[in-house]
C-alpha cells in the first residue's frame, strides 16, 4: 500500500519538528534583535533555551520510525538521522557556550540567529532523504557561516578570510550540484532511498553506458563535499580561513561544514554507490584512494611545520580529513546485501569518527578562547609553553584533547581511528586498485607522523618555560560557559574512550539504517498489505543509454 | 511517464551544453581577478547546472529537476545578495575590485602566490571608510552606531 502523500507530509513535519523549532528561534532572534536594548547575554541565552527546545523535540519524536514512508519522503528519521541530529545539538550548545562573549552587544542577536541557523541547517543534512533537501540543507549551513565569518570582526584578515571562504563555497556548490543533476539524471528520481534501491538492480537503470553518467556524479559530488571537508586537492583555502577567521568561527569551521559534509558523504554517495553497479563502486573507492592519501600525508606533514595554532589546527583538520576519507573508501567497497553488513564497516567508524573529532576539536579550540578571554595571548605554540604551571586544570583539558587527536588510547580519538583503519582492512580486495590494507597502513604511519606536531604542543604546555613570570600575570577567568565547554569536551573524550561500547552500537546502527533499504510499504500503519514495489514502480523510470 | 518524442539524442544536446557553460565558469572563475566577473562566472556555472537539470528532468517525463532548477535559484539568488554586499565593502576598503590584492594571508615565508604588478594601481585613500547612508528620521535605534573607524588600505 502506497502511504498516501498527506500522511507522508505530516510525518515528515513531525519528524522535522526538532529543526523548524531551531529556525523558528533563530527567525523570531533575528528579527527581535533591532527592537531590543539588551546585551548579549539574553541573546545568548535565549538560544541555549531555544537548542534546549529543540533537544526535547528530538527525544519526542525519536521513537517515531519513517520506514514505511522512506521512498516518498524528503526525511528520514532512521537511526543515522537521530544520532547525527543529536550530536549537531550537543555540540551546538558546546559552540553557544565557547560564543557567547565573542560579539558586540549591537551585532548579537545576528549572531546567535545565524548560529541557530547553522546547527538546523546541518540537521538538515542529517535527516534528508533527498537530493534537493540535502542540498537547501547545505546551504542553510553555508550562508548564515559567511554572515558569522564576517559579524563578530570587521578588519582587513577577516574580510579576506571572508572572501576567500565565501568565493569558494559558492564554487563547490556549483561542483555538486553539477554531481546531483547528473545523479538525479541517472535514473530520473532523487529521493535517495528510491535512488539506492534502483541502483542496486531494482529497476534495471544501469546499463553499461551509464557507467559514465554514475561516475560524472561521484567525481563532482566528491569534489563539491571535498571542499566543505577540505580534502586535497580542495584544502587549500582552509588555512588561510582558519588563520583570519575570529576563533569561534574557527571552530565552528573545523567541525560542522566537516561533519555534513561526511553525513552527505555517507548519504548521498556511498550508501548509494556501494550497492550499485560493480564498476562504479572500484571506481568511487579508488578515488577515495587516492583523495585520502594525498590528504593524509599532504595534511600531517605541513603541519610539522608549523607555528601558528591556527594554521596548525588547519592542517590538522586537513588530516583529519584523510582518515575519514579512510572510512569514506571502505564504504563505497561494494555491499550484496544491505541487510547484512560486515563486521567492521566504513560508515561505522566515520559516524564514530565524526563524535570523538568533534568533541577533541572543540576542546583544543576551546582552550585558545579560553586563554584569548583572560586576555592572554595564544596564537603560537610558544604562547602556550609553561602554561600548566600557571592553569593546570586548563593544561589538562588541552592534553586530553591534543591526546585524543593524537589517537592515543584509551581516548576517544583513538577508537575513532581504530574503526576506521579496521573498516579499511578487512574490506574485500578489488582487482586492479591498490588494496585498502596499503591505505590503513599509511593512515598508521601517517598517525604517527601526526603525534609528533600534537605531542609538541603537550611537551611546550608541560615542559616549556613561561614566557613571562607568573606573578605578572592578569590572572584573570573567561566566562563561565566556556570553562563548562571545555570541560565537557576532555572529559566526554576521555569517558567515550574508556567506554566506547554505547556510541559504538550507536554508530553501527547508523551505518546499518544508511544503507539498509526498508521494504516499501510492509511496515506502514496497516501492514497486511503486500503488493508489489508499487511506490517505486511509480518512478521506475527508463534507462539511460 | 516516459517520454517518447524526447530520445537520448535530444538529450545529449542539453548535456553537452550545459557540460559547456559549466567548463566555461569554471575556467571564468579560476582565470578572472574581478571580484565581479569572478561570481558572475560562478553563476554561469549554475546556469550550466540548471540546464543540465531540466534537459534530465524532460527525458526522464517528471517535475522532479525543475523543482530542483528553482530551489537552485533561489538559493543562488540570497548567495548574490550576499555576494553583492560583500563586494562593495571590500571595494569601500580598497577602492579596488581586484581580488589580487587580497594575499595577506598565505605560509609564512612564501611569496604572493599570484604576481599583482599587474593588478589596478590602488592607493589607500586616508581617512575612515565611506558608505552610503540614509539620513536618520523617526526613533533612534536601540543600539548606537558605532562609528567606522578603521582606515583603509
Redesign the interface.
Known amino acids: 500500500m502506497i502511504p498516501d502523500q498527506s500522511e507522508t507530509l505530516s510525518r515528515t513535519i513531525l519528524v522535522l519538528l526538532p529543526e523548524i523549532v531551531l529556525a523558528l528561534s533563530a527567525a523570531a532572534i533575528m528579527v527581535a534583535g533591532?527592537?531590543?536594548?539588551r546585551g548579549r547575554s539574553l541573546w545568548a541565552g535565549l538560544s541555549a533555551a531555544a537548542i534546549g527546545a529543540s533537544l526535547l523535540a528530538l527525544l519526542a519524536v525519536s521513537g517515531s520510525g519513517t520506514d514505511a514512508f522512506a521512498y516518498g519522503s524528503v526525511a528520514l528519521n532512521d537511526a543515522l538521522s537521530v544520532y547525527g541530529r543529536f550530536a549537531f545539538l550537543i555540540t551546538g550548545l558546546i559552540l553557544l557556550g565557547l560564543a557567547h562573549n565573542q560579539v558586540g552587544?549591537?551585532r548579537a542577536a545576528e549572531f546567535f540567529g545565524a548560529l541557530l541557523f547553522v546547527i538546523s541547517g546541518a540537521m538538515l543534512v542529517c535527516a534528508a532523504n533527498e537530493?534537493?533537501f540535502l542540498?537547501?540543507g547545505l546551504?542553510l549551513v553555508s550562508?548564515p557561516t559567511?554572515?558569522l565569518l564576517?559579524l563578530p570582526r570587521?578588519?582587513?584578515?577577516t574580510?579576506?578570510?571572508?572572501?576567500?571562504y565565501?568565493?569558494l563555497s559558492?564554487?563547490s556548490?556549483?561542483?555538486l550540484?553539477?554531481g546531483?543533476?547528473?545523479l538525479?539524471?541517472l535514473t530520473?528520481?532523487?529521493n535517495l532511498k528510491a535512488l539506492a534501491f534502483l541502483m542496486g538492480g531494482g529497476g534495471e537503470v544501469i546499463t553499461t553506458g551509464t557507467a559514465a553518467i554514475g561516475s560524472i556524479a561521484v567525481v563532482f559530488v566528491t569534489a563539491g563535499l571535498g571542499f566543505r571537508v577540505a580534502a586535497v586537492p580542495f584544502h587549500f583555502y582552509a588555512?588561510?580561513?582558519y588563520?583570519?577567521a575570529p576563533t569561534v568561527i574557527t571552530a565552528l569551521l573545523a567541525w560542522i561544514p566537516k561533519g555534513i559534509g561526511f553525513v552527505a558523504m555517507i548519504r548521498v554517495l556511498t550508501s548509494v554507490v556501494s550497492v550499485g553497479e560493480p564498476m562504479l563502486s572500484e571506481r568511487a573507492v579508488f578515488l577515495a584512494w587516492l583523495i585520502a592519501a594525498a590528504t593524509l600525508i599532504l595534511g600531517n606533514t605541513v603541519a610539522l611545520v608549523q607555528?601558528?595554532l591556527k594554521?596548525l589546527f588547519a592542517y590538522s583538520s586537513i588530516a583529519h580529513a584523510g582518515y575519514l576519507m579512510v572510512g569514506v573508501a571502505a564504504a563505497f567497497a561494494r555491499v550484496e546485501d544491505p541487510a547484512n553488513l560486515g563486521p567492521y564497516s566504513g560508515a561505522e567508524g566515520i559516524v564514530f569518527y565524526l563524535a570523538a573529532y568533534a568533541l577533541m576539536t572543540l576542546g583544543a579550540f576551546g582552550v585558545i578562547l579560553y586563554l584569548e578571554g583572560s586576555g592572554e595571548r595564544a596564537e603560537t605554540i610558544d604562547d602556550l609553553s609553561g602554561l600548566s604551571r600557571t592553569r593546570p586544570l586548563l593544561s589538562l583539558a588541552m592534553a586530553l584533547c591534543l591526546f585524543s587527536l593524537a589517537g592515543v588510547p584509551p581516548l576517544a580519538g583513538f577508537w575513532g581511528k581504530f574503526f576506521i583503519f579496521a573498516s579499511a582492512w578487512t574490506a574485500e580486495p578489488i582487482q586492479g586498485i591498490p588494496s585498502l590494507q596499503l591505505l590503513a597502513v599509511i593512515g598508521v604511519i601517517n598517525a604517527a607522523i601526526g603525534a609528533y606536531y600534537y605531542l609538541r604542543i603537550v611537551a611546550a604546555i608541560y615542559y616549556g618555560t613561561p614566557a613571562r613570570s607568573p606573578a605578572a600575570e592578569s590572572r584573570s577567568a573567561a566566562g563561565w560557559p566556556t570553562a563548562m565547554a571545555v570541560g565537557t569536551c576532555a572529559v566526554l573524550s576521555l569517558i567515550l574512550g574508556l567506554i566506547p561500547g554505547p556510541l559504538q552500537s550507536a554508530s553501527r546502527r547508523a551505518a546499518v539504517a544508511a544503507i539498509g533499504q526498508p521494504a516499501p510499504g510492509t511496515s506502514g500503519p496497516e501492514g497486511e498489505d503486500e503488493t508489489e514495489t508499487d511506490d517505486v514502480a511509480l518512478?521506475r523510470?527508463?534507462p539511460?543509454? | 511517464m516516459t517520454d517518447p518524442s524526447f530520445p537520448f539524442e535530444y538529450l545529449s544536446n542539453y548535456l553537452i551544453i550545459g557540460a559547456a557553460l559549466m567548463a566555461l565558469g569554471m575556467l571564468g572563475f579560476l582565470s578572472r581577478r574581478n571580484l565581479i566577473v569572478m561570481f558572475l562566472s560562478a553563476e554561469m556555472m549554475l546556469q550550466g547546472v540548471a540546464l543540465t537539470l531540466v534537459g534530465f528532468s524532460r527525458y526522464h517525463g517528471n517535475w522532479t529537476g525543475q523543482v530542483f532548477t528553482i530551489v537552485m535559484l533561489t538559493v543562488a539568488a540570497s548567495e548574490a545578495a550576499l555576494a553583492l554586499a560583500l563586494i562593495l565593502v571590500l571595494f569601500h576598503r580598497i577602492r579596488s575590485l581586484d581580488v589580487t590584492l587580497w594575499q595577506d594571508l598565505r605560509e609564512t615565508g612564501l611569496p604572493e602566490s599570484v604576481d599583482t604588478s599587474g593588478a589596478e594601481p590602488y592607493e589607500p585613500v586616508p581617512g575612515p571608510e565611506s558608505y552610503p547612508h540614509l539620513t536618520p528620521s523617526g526613533v533612534e535605534p536601540p543600539h548606537p552606531r558605532q562609528p567606522w573607524e578603521q582606515r583603509r588600505g
Not at chain 1, 533591532?34 to 536594548?37: A, E, I, L, S
Open positions: 533591532p527592537f531590543f536594548r552587544d549591537d537530493l534537493i542540498f537547501v546551504e550562508i559567511y554572515l564576517y570587521r578588519n582587513r584578515t574580510q579576506e578570510a571572508t572572501t576567500k565565501f568565493f559558492v564554487f556548490s556549483a561542483l550540484l553539477f546531483f543533476a547528473y538525479y539524471g530520473g528520481v532523487s588555512p588561510d580561513v588563520q583570519g607555528t601558528n594554521r518512478v523510470p527508463r539511460v543509454r
